[in-house]
């Protein structure tokens, strides 16, 4: 299969072999990394991430959050990655969005969820395994994908109603 003007194979194994892969693979699981865990927390072993700072800022900080996820998405597809593996990290995107909607709490459960490394550990295991993939209605991959962008709508209309409530108090 052709992706990006690069070739990808699959070996007698069923694992995706190609250096775009590879390479793909290390710069989301840094990212994934950078967004999720990153800063430990002193005298615990939890970790947050960039994210996690950044959601704190009230909806605009969801927003960008929500539009850094969807980065993974976006490379998982350019991938190739099939439509339920993209459905699954879509929905952990979802999730994310949604609840991190919520002020502290959903902030505190963006720091624990950790969508980023669920979707990049999603795309790896298919990597390593595509055959084992299950296949999925296309409907609830459309779905889920257009609860993504839609959530994406909805915070960019909460952020810019935000900024111009801020901009009209002064």
């Known amino acids: 299969m052709a992706t990006s003007g690069r070739i990808i194979s699959i070996d007698a194994t069923g694992k995706v072999q190609s250096v775009e892969s590879n390479e793909t693979r290390q710069r989301l699981n840094r990212l994934a990394w950078l967004l999720d865990s990153s800063i430990p927390i002193p005298g615990t072993s939890f970790t947050i991430g960039v994210e996690a700072l950044i959601g704190l800022i009230p909806v605009l900080g969801d927003f960008i959050g929500v539009l ?51 979707n990049v550990r999603l795309l790896n295991a298919w990597l390593d395994h595509p055959k084992k993939t299950a296949r999925s209605s296309a409907a609830f991959a459309v779905v889920l994908i257009s609860a993504v962008v839609g959530l994406l709508v909805l915070l960019g209309l909460l952020a810019f109603l935000v900024l111009r409530w801020i901009v009209q108090q002064f």
């Open 68 to 118: 850094l996820s969807s980065y993974i998405l976006k490379e998982a597809a350019r991938l190739g990655a099939p439509k339920v593996v993209l459905a699954r990290m879509a929905s952990n995107v979802l999730v994310e969005g949604i609840v991190g909607v919520i002020p502290f709490a959903g902030d505190v459960f963006d720091a624990a969820w950790k969508a980023n490394q669920r």
